[in-house]
């Protein structure tokens, strides 16, 4: 297991296109978490999966986003009708539920909506 | 609500010189908190738990609820440590809180 992995890792697209990124856990953990970083700023979340359950989304997740963990594995976040504001950088992490603040992050998937 | 703050976006200090990243929280539960470094182009990762009260690469952190702070102390700054720090909070056991960060920069 090389840890978590991100793709794409840079996305280009115009705006109110629909976009979707995927993240790769680690195997044995059963948490998956999205993030958003914005230059300057630190992460802020977004969302998490317990196994296959999306147990929380957070108040910056509009109803343009949307995620998924079908098979408790791989997890996608989809993007649609892309809007400039949506430019940032998407993190995934993933950890064991047994200790949450251990995260371990993937690379980023940069997106910039032009 | 639930807030991580720390104060310092850049931090300049010469080679040899101690080092103090700062970190205020402010948390209605008992916190938990960690230290995330990022060095230049790599990922987000791990540096300290409070818990563990552990010191890696040379940095402690100290928990301290009267102040709500979470500090991050080095004694001795190498040019290494030149990142970006985050301070984090777990809330609720479910998803984690971050500072801004600060870009620490240690001159040679």
């Known amino acids: 297991d090389t840890g978590v992995s991100q793709n794409p890792r840079h996305k280009i697209t115009k705006r109110g296109q629909n976009v979707t990124f995927r993240c790769d856990p680690i195997s044995e953990h059963n948490r998956l978490y999205w993030y958003r970083q914005t230059l300057g700023q630190g992460p802020e979340f977004l969302t998490y999966f317990q196994n296959e359950a999306q147990l929380e989304k957070s108040r910056l997740l509009s109803d343009r986003f949307s995620a998924e963990r079908p098979k408790g594995s791989f997890s996608t976040l989809e993007i649609q009708r892309t809007e400039q504001g949506d430019s940032a950088m998407y993190l995934c992490?993933?950890?064991?539920?047994?200790?949450?603040?251990?995260?371990?992050f993937g690379p980023g998937t940069r997106l910039t909506v032009t | 609500a639930q807030r991580v703050t720390q104060p310092e976006k850049l931090l300049s200090v010469f080679k040899g010189a101690p080092v103090e990243l700062k970190c205020n929280y402010s948390?209605?539960?008992?916190?938990?908190l960690f230290w995330y470094v990022q060095y230049s182009r790599q990922r987000l990762q791990l540096l300290l738990r409070h818990i563990s009260r552990e010191s890696i690469k040379g940095f402690t952190a100290d928990l301290n609820k009267g102040e709500t702070s979470f500090h991050l102390k080095k004694p001795f700054a190498q040019e290494e440590d030149s990142a970006m720090y985050y301070c984090a909070l777990n809330q609720g056991a479910q998803k984690l809180v971050f500072g801004q960060g600060t870009r620490l920069t240690i001159n040679p």
């Open positions: 992490a993933s950890s064991l539920e047994v200790r949450a603040g251990e995260q371990y």
């Open positions: 948390y209605s539960g008992s916190p938990e």
